[in-house]
C-alpha cells in the first residue's frame, strides 16, 4: 500500500521553487545547494505520511493529491486539516522536535510530494549559503501553520458548523471536489447527513 | 485601569537578554542594536494587552503578572491559554499580518512586559546586523506557539478535563498559584465545581 521512492525530481523542481519563491526568493546559488536536499515521495491512497506514535521525518510540499491529519480519539477519527497541492504538509511539532508525534497524516488518494528530511533542514539552517534564506523561510512555514490553527480555533469558538463550512469553500474551493463528503463532515465536527443539508441550503440562494 | 508606561527599560535588560538567549544567543553589537527597539509596558489588572477587533501591535515578554487570552461567544468567555512570567505573548496572527485579530488579552494582575512593536520587529528583521539571528529568533517563537496550539488541542482529542489538569500542573506548576480557578476551569472547558472535584481527588494520592 505505501511506495515512498525516491525517484528523479529534476522535473518537478521548477513547480517547487515557484511555490518555495512565494514564501522566499532563493538565488541560483542558494537553490542549487536546497535542491540536492529535495526528494520526491509518493504515497498510495490510504498509505501513511506519518502515524500516531511515529516520529514524523519530512517537511512535504504537496504536488498533487490530497492528505488529511487526524487524530483518534477512543476509536474515532478526527479530522485536524486537509492537505492540497501546493500545501506544506507535516506533524510539525513531531517533526522540529524529531520526536514521535500524536496525529497520523494520511493520504486520501494517491498523492505526490516533494520532502526535506529533518536532517536536510537542519543542514540548511547552518550552511553558510542557505542559513538566513532558510530562517526565514522556516519562520514563514510556522508562521503560516499559526495562521491555519488560529484560524480553525476562531472556526471553532465563533462560527456555527454552516459558517465553518462556508469559510472553508471561501479558502480552498477545491475541497469539495476533492475531499469525500464524510471526511470533509468530519472535520466541521457534524454528522455527514447535516452536510449534505447544509449543502442543500447554501446551493440554494435566499429570496 | 489601562496604562502602558514607556518607562527606562535598562533595569530589566539584563533579564529579557537571558529569557530571549534561551532561544539565541545575541552577541554584544546584535544586543545592542536590539535593545534600543524595547520597551516597558505596564498593565494594570483587568487592562487589556489586546482586543478583539484591534490590531495588536505587540510581542512581549511577561516579566511579573500574568495574563490570559481569551474568546467572546454568545457573551460567554471561552480562555485559549494562559501567560505568567518568562511567557512570550501576543495574538499573534494580528500581530504578524498587523490586521485586527480575533482573541482579547487581559492582565490578570498587575502585570509588567518587555514588548517589541510591530515595526521594531519588521526593522528587526531586515537590520544588517540583527537580520539573521532575528529571523531565527522569530522562527522559534512561532515553533513555540505551534507546539502550545499542538498541545492544547492534543488535550482536548484525547485528555479528560482531570489528565487536561493535570498536564497543565506539570507544565506550569505556578499556575495554580497565580490565576484564579474560575478561569482555569474555563480554560479546561469545565464547571469550577469539576475542578475543584479534580483538585481534592489529585491532592489524595491513590492508596
Chains 1, 2 share one sequence.
Not at 11 to 22: A, F, I
Not at 31 to 43: D, E, F, G
Not at 96 to 123: C, M, N, R, W
Request: charged residues 25%; contains cysteine; aromatic residues 10%.
Amino acid at each position: 500500500m505505501k511506495t515512498r521512492i525516491d525517484m528523479d525530481v529534476e522535473m518537478y523542481l521548477p513547480v517547487v521553487r515557484e511555490q518555495m519563491s512565494k514564501l522566499v526568493r532563493f538565488s541560483d546559488g542558494e537553490w542549487a545547494v536546497i535542491s540536492k536536499h529535495l526528494r520526491l515521495m509518493t504515497l498510495k491512497k490510504k498509505a501513511h505520511f506519518t502515524r500516531s506514535g511515529e516520529v514524523c521525518g519530512h517537511l512535504g510540499l504537496i504536488l498533487s493529491g490530497s492528505l488529511r491529519l487526524y487524530h483518534l480519539k477512543d476509536g474515532e477519527d478526527r479530522t485536524g486539516y486537509f492537505g492540497l497541492p501546493n500545501d506544506f504538509v507535516s506533524s510539525y511539532k513531531s517533526f522540529l522536535k524529531h520526536e514521535p508525534g500524536i496525529p497520523s497524516i494520511q493520504a486520501l488518494e494517491d498523492t505526490v510530494l516533494i520532502t526535506l528530511s529533518y536532517l536536510s533542514f537542519q543542514d540548511l539552517l547552518i550552511h553558510p549559503v542557505t542559513a538566513h534564506k532558510m530562517e526565514r523561510f522556516a519562520r514563514l512555514i510556522a508562521e503560516n501553520m499559526i495562521f491555519c490553527y488560529e484560524d480553525r480555533m476562531e472556526g471553532f469558538v465563533s462560527e456555527s458548523p454552516a459558517e465553518r463550512y462556508e469559510t472553508l469553500l471561501k479558502k480552498k474551493p477545491a475541497i469539495v471536489q476533492q475531499v469525500p463528503q464524510y471526511y470533509l463532515a468530519n472535520y466541521l465536527g457534524i454528522t455527514a447527513t447535516s452536510l449534505s443539508r447544509i449543502r442543500k441550503r447554501i446551493s440554494v440562494p435566499a429570496k
